[in-house]
């Protein structure tokens, strides 16, 4: 699997990260918390860069340290528990080591337990 933005394992490094594939992004979890999602690609590549599992509690305190994230524009209007670093922010990498850094220090602020698979009735 092909991994967009690959240099950030470096920054998480020495974490042990789990790599998944979700509706077409590279998910990276640590702790079996998904932290965040990679998304670059050609289309609506408004939304490409790093996303960020958050919740909405947490939005305004996570800009005070990172100014740059936004909501995702392909998630649509409303708001969502995910905020987006661009891939085209002038800040990019560096506002992407203080995510890391972030994440390295367990930020409370960052990560989300996924919501267990629901089983499938097999009759």
Aim: glycine content about 4%; charged content about 30%; aromatic content about 8%.
């Amino acid at each position: 699997m092909k991994i967009p933005f690959d240099f950030v394992l470096d920054y998480l490094y020495p974490l042990d990260v789990e790599i998944k594939s979700m509706f077409g992004v590279s998910t990276l979890y640590v702790n079996h918390k998904i932290v965040l999602a990679l998304r670059d690609k050609p289309q609506a590549s408004e939304s490409n860069g790093i996303w960020i599992a958050t919740s909405k509690d947490h939005h305004e305190s996570l800009r005070k340290d990172l100014p740059s994230i936004t909501s995702i524009p392909i998630l649509g209007d409303g708001v969502t528990g995910w905020q987006m670093l661009s891939s085209a922010d002038d800040n990019f990498e560096e506002q992407t080591i203080k995510i890391c850094e972030m994440i390295k220090n367990n930020d409370p602020r960052i990560g989300k337990i996924p919501k267990p698979k629901k089983k499938k009735n097999i009759k």
